[in-house]
């Protein structure tokens, strides 16, 4: 029998993939084929719809480079990440909640003491950062690493600039928390910046009608012996954005009150130059392993 | 409220394509957003998974180019082609099957007399083949262009090959057919052959334990004022490989039965040099409008 009616056509290419070798890459596969063959069958899509979506997906792949993952950023605008992200934290009762990594985290940044101006080099409102990394129970851990970064005051971050190989990291460091579990720097206050609209995924976003826009937010990655690492946000309580983020990343828990500050000493007794802002955030671990996720521009290879 | 469930987060991201302008653009980015949320809720998708998914689809639309179409083929070995072609060829009672267009139409042919070998150039078996268009009551129907082409004997198509530019056209012709809906021409006997096993489609075959072939077959596009344009293939009786195409075009009414002969006058009552075969096939066309599809080629993009 070579002729498949629908449902037939469906059984035997799930059927194709009976032979992988491995069990859990086959059920995958056979998943795929499942939804990807209820969707076409319940929007009877038609060869235009197919051929824009081929065109779509072409596009997406070959505005890839080795800094910028359009595929990552669909992924984001489409929910997807954040729910992958759900998916695999589902019990995180009293640590503090994840949110996506992002397609900007580059990788193990220098360590950097505390107190240090990440931003020395930018214009903008100064911040001053003071956080503790603790256990479910209050307990502070000692020698966490905790990875920063954030956009700059045009709501670009340093890997997104052309000076960028010359010029080094700016809005970027590493801190080992003392032994209060405490760490502390100095930088500038981030702003909501929009997501790249220059590419597939940026035209649809604004074709659909839809914002653009993330909310401010400082990235963290905070790691710590027997305790699962965490990738997370702090956001900036007030921002217009907080209730629409293009990637869905923002959590109640996640958000910081900011507040400015005119005291002329800051927190760690050095002078201030002017009016600045405070961010105080406390990071809840949960027990167990893992690793810390890779940069995700690692996985975007060379073209053909 | 900024924080979502799982389910939660899904209807936002519904919810967030609630402006888009066009209804049925709404509808399907939507259903496509039920559609992945349900796939990682069902699958407990890894961030490894979800990191090689992104991989995937990266190195996919970085394999096109102006002549390869990767991502089509993604879509042909997953089945997804030809349940589109399905879904809108619901109603053909009577009239000829449809199969997959495929990545190797260039567009419209040079018009060529009956009886050329459009295979001059070309090693192997030879064949004639002698086809008409009807109607569905059999009544024939003079002046519709059919296009046609097919893989050499090496399983490559003449746009597959690198001389293609200088080269121009082989195995690949458009005939009008004659006053009795008839056309004939001269080829060789194409042979089976597998899709590109050098991209990302190919690879996830092999290593999917699936064999990467296609049954023997001559492509032919047939358009007539009046009916529907048929894009279809007619497979060749035997083939090992018409029971597990790998692009599952395959359907019982377009099998031929290819005679081998030794008669030394071919139909059209010209010498043949030696031994040949035969392909007879009729073409039963719907009443009905639409355009012929554009050659997919044309929607790939320059990379940016």
């Known amino acids: 029998m070579t002729q498949f009616n629908e449902a037939e056509l469906t059984d035997a290419v799930i059927g194709s993939f009976d032979q992988t070798p ?94 240090t101006d990440i931003s020395a080099s930018l214009k903008g409102e100064k911040m001053f950062v003071q956080a503790r990394v603790t256990d479910l129970a209050g307990v502070p851990l000692a020698g966490a690493t905790v990875d920063v970064w954030h956009a700059d005051d045009e709501g670009f971050y340093d890997s997104q600039r052309p000076s960028y190989e010359s010029e080094g990291p700016s809005s970027r460091a590493r801190f080992i928390t003392n032994s209060d579990g405490r760490f502390f720097f100095r930088t500038i206050l981030p702003c909501s910046y929009p997501i790249p609209t220059d590419g597939p995924v940026g035209q649809m976003i604004l074709q659909t009608k839809r914002h653009p826009m993330r909310p401010a937010h400082v990235h963290f990655l905070v790691a710590a012996e027997g305790h699962e690492p965490l990738v997370t946000h702090v956001f900036i309580a007030g921002d217009d954005y907080l209730d629409s983020d293009v990637v869905f990343g923002v959590k109640d828990d996640l958000i910081a009150q900011v507040e400015q500050r005119s005291d002329p000493v800051m927190p760690d007794g050095k002078l201030a130059s002017g009016p600045w802002y405070l961010m105080t955030y406390d990071f809840r671990m949960k027990p167990g392993a893992g690793v810390a996720p890779r940069p995700l521009g690692t996985i975007v290879p060379e073209p053909v």
């Open 22 to 115: 491995d069990a859990r890459a086959r059920f995958l596969l056979q998943e795929l084929v499942k939804s990807l063959h209820d969707y076409v069958r319940k929007t009877n899509l038609t060869f235009e719809e197919w051929g824009a979506a081929i065109d779509f997906l072409t596009r997406t792949g070959q505005t890839c480079t080795a800094s910028r993952q359009e595929f990552i950023l669909l992924s984001d605008v489409l929910g997807v990440s954040m729910l992958v992200d759900a998916v695999n934290h589902r019990d995180r009762a009293g640590a503090t909640e994840t949110t996506v990594l992002g397609p900007f985290y580059v990788g193990e940044h220098r360590v950097t003491p505390h107190g």
